[in-house]
């Protein structure tokens, strides 16, 4: 199994990124997938999750600015970030996670993860 990240830029506050995760060895369209985010000196914390219908669950803080996307045919996992935040840069990771309960904003911890890409780095200057 693999997960490569990529799309990670320096930018300025208010610009965009698309985030890219390719996968390889093992059926992506039936997993769950997610990206997490782990700023300076903060835990490492789940910003959207992905089941295999494609529903999403985003977290509070990046509402309104991010989106979780799949492309099963391709086995790629997008976040597209909007409307860029000082607070929001940080190493960015895709996840393959466990399947969940991930409706009503719920997002998987670290304990539903089975493999880590690694990591694509997201700086925003204001």
């Known amino acids: 199994i693999q997960l490569v990240d990529s799309g990670g830029a320096s930018v300025q506050s208010g610009g965009s990124l698309r985030l890219s995760c390719a996968t390889s060895?093992?059926?992506?369209?039936?997993?769950?997938m997610a990206w997490f985010r782990q700023g300076v000196g903060k835990e490492r914390e789940a910003v959207a999750v992905?089941?295999?219908?494609?529903?999403?669950s985003i977290a509070t803080s990046v509402q309104g600015r991010f989106t979780i996307a799949r492309d099963n045919e391709k086995s790629i996992l997008y976040l597209d970030m909007d409307n860029l935040k000082s607070e929001d840069s940080g190493m960015y990771y895709c996840?393959?996670?466990?399947?969940?309960?991930?409706?009503?904003?719920?997002?998987?911890?670290?304990?539903?993860?089975?493999?880590w890409g690694q990591g694509t780095q997201v700086t925003v200057s204001s």
């Open positions: 996840a393959l996670v466990g399947c969940d309960d991930y409706t009503g904003g719920r997002l998987p911890t670290r304990g539903h993860v089975a493999r």
């Open positions: 060895g093992f059926t992506f369209r039936r997993n769950c």
């Open positions: 992905m089941d295999a219908a494609s529903r999403s």
